[in-house]
């Protein structure tokens, strides 16, 4: 899966640069491309695996983040840069990579994260040039993504980390079956 990954970041890299000369329409499309690869390259994993509770917990995090996206487009109402509409904030496109790269890094391939996030980043940095986005509404959805597939998600090994009410605020709880 680490070679799918890399794939995926050397073509939206190859689409990058020829956005250079190509201007706003070709980061479009890089950003189209890492949106909807890196949610194939988690689904894939997880129907590959046999996985169902991975497939579960994708279809939460991803259908939570385009909620939540959309909704956020609707009461914000913000101007996009190219004046296209008013539904710049926050970063659908962001968010639905974000929340892909989180899931796949948390549920199956830490050693993958590098290339995980970094295509998630481009996805961020393309939409900014596409013009489509301000840096503050790809931020807002790369949150929104990570915030998403955290809560969804649980690691196929390891520990969990909770949040607990404590008598002076909140406490972090990590916690790991023994068996």
Same mark, same amino acid.
Request: charge should be positive; glycine fraction near 10%.
């Given at each position: 899966?680490?070679?799918?990954?890399?794939?995926?970041?050397?073509? #939206?890299?190859?689409?990058?640069?020829?956005?250079?000369?190509?201007?706003?329409?070709?980061?479009?499309?890089?950003?189209?491309?890492?949106? *909807?690869?890196? &949610?194939?390259?988690?689904?894939?994993?997880?129907?590959? @695996?046999?996985?169902? +509770?991975?497939?579960?917990?994708?279809?939460?995090?991803?259908?939570?983040?385009?909620?939540?996206? +959309? @909704?956020?487009?609707?009461?914000?109402? +913000?101007?996009? &840069?190219?004046?296209?509409?008013?539904?710049?904030? &926050?970063?659908?496109?962001?968010? *639905?990579?974000?929340?892909?790269?989180?899931?796949?890094?948390?549920?199956?391939?830490?050693? @993958?994260?590098?290339?995980?996030?970094? #295509?998630?980043?481009?996805?961020? *940095?393309?939409?900014?040039? #596409?013009?489509?986005?301000?840096?503050?509404?790809?931020?807002?959805?790369?949150?929104?993504?990570?915030?998403?597939? +955290?809560?969804?998600?649980?690691?196929?090994?390891?520990?969990?980390?909770?949040?607990?009410?404590?008598?002076?605020?909140?406490? *972090?709880?990590?916690?790991?079956?023994?068996?």
């Amino acid at each position: 899966m680490k070679h799918t990954t890399a794939l995926l970041l050397t073509l #939206a890299a190859s689409f990058a640069s020829l956005a250079q000369a190509g201007g706003t329409q070709t980061w479009g499309n890089v950003s189209d491309v890492l949106a *909807i690869g890196l &949610p194939l390259v988690a689904a894939g994993k997880a129907f590959g @695996t046999g996985d169902s +509770e991975g497939v579960k917990e994708l279809t939460y995090t991803l259908g939570s983040t385009l909620v939540a996206a +959309e @909704t956020l487009k609707t009461l914000v109402h +913000e101007k996009r &840069p190219d004046g296209s509409g008013n539904d710049s904030f &926050p970063s659908g496109h962001t968010a *639905i990579a974000f929340a892909a790269a989180r899931f796949f890094d948390k549920r199956y391939a830490p050693e @993958t994260s590098a290339y995980l996030y970094a #295509a998630a980043g481009l996805t961020a *940095i393309a939409r900014v040039k #596409a013009d489509k986005h301000y840096a503050k509404d790809v931020v807002a959805g790369a949150g929104l993504g990570y915030v998403s597939a +955290e809560y969804f998600t649980r690691p196929l090994s390891g520990g969990a980390v909770s949040l607990m009410p404590a008598k002076s605020g909140f406490a *972090i709880l990590w916690q790991k079956p023994l068996f």
